[in-house]
C-alpha cells in the first residue's frame, strides 16, 4: 500500500477535527483498523454511536467516507484512523491475514460469518455475489440529482 502522507492529510482536516482524532487514538476509540491495499477501514467510537470509516488512496487522490453525519470537511473519526496509521500501522490487520482466519474456518462457520455479513452488508454481498456487472445506464434526472448533490459524503456508511 502507498504511504498516506502526514503533512497532505493534515492539510485535508480543520485543526480542531485532526487534535480530536488523534484523542480518539491514543484513547482507544478506534477499533478493528484493517489495512487492504488501498485502503484503511475501522470502527470509531464517537459520542453517540460507533462510526464505520474507509479511506481509500487511488495515486494521489484520497477519499474519505464516515457514517457520521459530519458536514463539511472530513471528520475526527477519518483523522483517528489516520492517527492510527501513523502512530502505529501495525495495529491494522492486513487484509490478507483477514482472508487466512476466513479460509481456517469450518464450512458451518463460513456460513454463519456469511449470514452475518448478509445482515450487516446484504448490498455490498449482492453486489459481490452478481455474475455480471449491472450496466444500468444512468438517466437525465438521475444526473441531475447526482450533480445538485456533490459534495464530501458525509452520513454514508461507506
Not at 15 to 25: C, F, I, T, V
Not at 42 to 58: D, E, K, M, W
Request: net charge positive; hydrophobic share 40%; with cysteine.
Amino acid at each position: 500500500m502507498q504511504t498516506f502522507n502526514r503533512k497532505e492529510m493534515r492539510k485535508l482536516f480543520s485543526s480542531e477535527k485532526w487534535k480530536q482524532g488523534r484523542a480518539y487514538w491514543q484513547t482507544g476509540l478506534v477499533l478493528d483498523p484493517v489495512q487492504g491495499s488501498t485502503s484503511l477501514q475501522a470502527t470509531v467510537s464517537g459520542l453517540t454511536a460507533a462510526h464505520r470509516v474507509r479511506i481509500r488512496q487511488n495515486g494521489n487522490s484520497v477519499t474519505m467516507d464516515c457514517s457520521c453525519a459530519e458536514a463539511g470537511s472530513p471528520c475526527q473519526h477519518a483523522a483517528a484512523v489516520l492517527w492510527g496509521w501513523f502512530l502505529a500501522p501495525g495495529e491494522f490487520l492486513k487484509a490478507e491475514q483477514l482472508l487466512l482466519k476466513i479460509k481456517a474456518l469450518s464450512k458451518e462457520e463460513a456460513v454463519e460469518l456469511i449470514g452475518q455479513l448478509a445482515e450487516e452488508e446484504g448490498a455490498l454481498l449482492q453486489r459481490l455475489l452478481k455474475k455480471e456487472q449491472s450496466t444500468q445506464q444512468l438517466t437525465g434526472n438521475g444526473l441531475l440529482c447526482l450533480v445538485s448533490n456533490l459534495g464530501f459524503n458525509y452520513g454514508s456508511p461507506w
